[in-house]
Nanobody, 116 residues
């Protein structure tokens, strides 16, 4: 059974930083794409960043230049470094992965609160 375990969320002041981690276990075969999405109260879930196995990255316009995604293929782990956080970045952040036959899995989410 595939499990994604996220960590690193919490309360941070505006302009602060957080690093989210997500470790995947139980995956059969290689993970093609790893990513982070977020959902704020009353809003739709949106893709924040994704990274392919060969480290091609994509970012939402709202986080470009502030967030950075990275992965370790050997450890099936993905990180999201979030800098210069803004109140509008507050949300539940979800890790997700796709394997090579496009099966998609999601974590349970980790809460990020940005407030002074």
């Amino acid at each position: 059974q595939v499990q994604l375990v996220e960590s690193g969320g919490g309360l941070v002041q505006p302009a602060g930083s957080l690093r989210l981690s997500c470790a995947a276990s139980g995956v059969i075969g290689r993970i093609s794409v790893m990513g982070w999405s977020r959902q704020a109260p009353g809003k739709q879930r949106e893709l924040v960043a994704s990274i392919t196995r060969d480290t091609r990255t994509t970012y939402a316009d709202s986080v470009k230049g502030r967030f950075s995604i990275a992965r370790d293929n050997g450890k099936n782990t993905v990180w999201l470094q979030m800098n210069s956080l803004k109140p509008e970045d507050a949300a539940v952040y979800y890790c997700n992965i796709k394997d090579v036959i496009n099966r998609e899995y999601w974590g349970k989410g980790t809460l990020v609160t940005v407030s002074s």
